[in-house]
Each structure stands twice: as structure tokens, then as C-alpha cells.
């Protein structure tokens, strides 16, 4: 079924594209388990499947409501992710500093994830992979941080940044809504993680001729953007924060919040009396980046 491209479908017969459809979603993201003698031939095509049948087959767009449909992407979300953080967990195991089977079993979990990012939106169920992602995110980056992969992994961290772009953009240009609370913490933990990396890259650029992992000027371009909108959906106070810890570090340069700075100035001018008392009841903590902010 997944090897090659199914011809249209009738459209009276929906049935059958959903079953063609759910299987291929099966087999794209594992689910049904490795199918020995294909292999990644399999998955990959399965992929491909979804792709041509969500661009191409009109009886696609139809069924994608359906619960079993659903059901089955919704489930796919989750084993990939998770998949993902248990194939990661076990670099931690590995006595080796790059261990190339665990590697390249993660890095094909990684081509699954910017697939699945590719893939969901045109189904309206990209919220399904942002919740869970941000449910894992802390623990992926207090793995990809550790000690051990200080001077390994490149490849892998570069990317991990490009999924998290991807999810920092749906949730900042609102295609997904989260809770306040969610956007704030998916900010923190991504934010110091993409501000630390960046001049790290370019300084291995720098000490190495042709090192391969950077971050392209495309990436930056988008993951500044999504910061700065993401920054802005969030309530005052937060707003506050973030923008204070942005002013202590403003030597690093990137991501340049300067935007998302003058916005957050322009709003407060006529709201600063609200938003002090708001603050009254706060700790010394509390109230220092709103002061940190107010001083510039």
C-alpha cells in the first residue's frame, strides 16, 4: 500500500481513503512497529503517502474530521515524541561520547518530528504535538545540555532548534492556543536555550573551517519573529520578566527583542499605574524587572 502512490478515489468511497489513510499514518510513524524487510524504505514511504494524499486527494480533506482518523495522528504525535525522549534518554546510558547507532536512530525520530510539523497543520492538529512537546521539553534539554554532550551532537542540537522554532511559531502566531501559564513556561525553556546556542555555533564556525552546524539566517530570522509575537500574548507582568532578563544579557545580541520591548513600552505608558499596584503585593523579586525595565 505505502510503496507507491494509490490512484484518486472515488468520491463516494471515503471509506476506503480513511483506511488507506489511517494505515499509512500507522506505518509513518511506527506505530505498527518495525516491518523487517522494508524498514525506513516503509516508513518513508508511508510518509510520502500522507503528503500526496493531503495535497492531491480532495476525499482527504473529508475524512480528517473523522474520530478513528484522529485517533490514529493523535496517537502518532505521542509515539514519536516519546520515542524520541527514550532514544534520547539512552545517551546519557551510552559509555561512548557519540554513540552512532543511538544517533542515528534519533536523528531519524528528529525527521519524523519536522515531518509530523509539516503534516499537522493542514490536518488542524498541530495544538496535539505543541501540548506535548512543551510537556517534554524541559526534560529533552536537561539531556541535550548535559556534561557528557558538551562537544557532541551538533547536528541533533541545531535541529532540536528548528522543531522548537516551528512550535515557538504556531503558538506565537496564534494557530495554537495555550493557557498563559503554558505559553510562559514553553518561552523560558526554549528562550535561554536558543540565546546560549547561537553564539556558541558561530564561535565553532569560527575555530573550525567548514563546521557544518549553524543556524541559517532563515531560522534566525523565524525564531526571533515567533519569540517577539509569542512575547506579546503574554500577560504584562511576564512580559516584564522576560524583557528584564533580555536587558541584562543585551550583549549577546540575539534574539534582538527590541520590538517586542517598544510594544510592551507603548502599552504599559497608559496602564503603568494599573500594572505598579498590580505589583504592590509582590516581592523585592518581583518588582525588580519591571524597575530594571522602567530605568531604560
Known sequence: MAMSKVPNIKPGDLSSTKDIFV???????????????????LRISAQEQI????????????IISDSEVQSAVTMGVYNI?????????????????????????????????????NVLPKMDLMKNFVSNWAAVSSKILGIIEDKK????MWGLKVKLIEVA?????????????????????????????VRKMKPLLDSKA???????????EDLCQAIEGAIVSLILTLPSNDQAEILADWIRSREIGYPDLSEAFEV?????????????????????????????????
Not at 492531491?56 to 473529508?62: K, L, P, S
Not at 501559564?181 to 514553553?186: E, I, K, S
Not at 499605574?273 to 516581592?283: A, I, M, N, P, T
Open 23 to 41: 494505515s499509512a499514518v500507522r506505518f509513518a510513524v511506527s506505530i505498527e512497529g518495525p516491518c523487517l524487510p522494508f524498514g525506513d524504505e
Open 51 to 62: 503528503d500526496f494524499m493531503l495535497g492531491e486527494d480532495g476525499d482527504t480533506t473529508i
Open 81 to 117: 515524541i516519546h520515542s524520541f525522549e527514550t532514544d534520547l534518554c539512552s545517551l546519557l546510558l551510552d559509555t561512548s561520547p557519540e554513540p552512532e547507532g543511538v544517533y542515528d536512530r534519533i536523528m531519524k525520530r528528529v525527521s519524523d518530528l519536522e515531518w509530523m510539523c
Open 149 to 152: 554532550l558538551d562537544h557532541a
Open 165 to 193: 522554532c516551528k512550535v515557538l511559531e504556531a503558538v506565537g502566531y496564534g494557530s495554537v492556543i495555550l493557557p498563559s501559564p503554558c505559553r510562559v513556561q514553553l518561552l523560558k525553556t526554549w528562550f535561554p536555550y
Open 206 to 216: 569560527v575555530e573550525e573551517s567548514g563546521f557544518p552546524y549553524k543556524m541559517s
Open 264 to 296: 510592551w513600552c507603548y502599552r504599559t505608558k497608559s496602564a503603568k499605574r494599573r500594572l505598579v499596584e498590580s505589583l504592590d503585593g509582590h516581592s523585592d523579586t518581583a518588582e525588580e524587572p519591571l524597575s530594571l525595565i522602567l530605568k531604560y
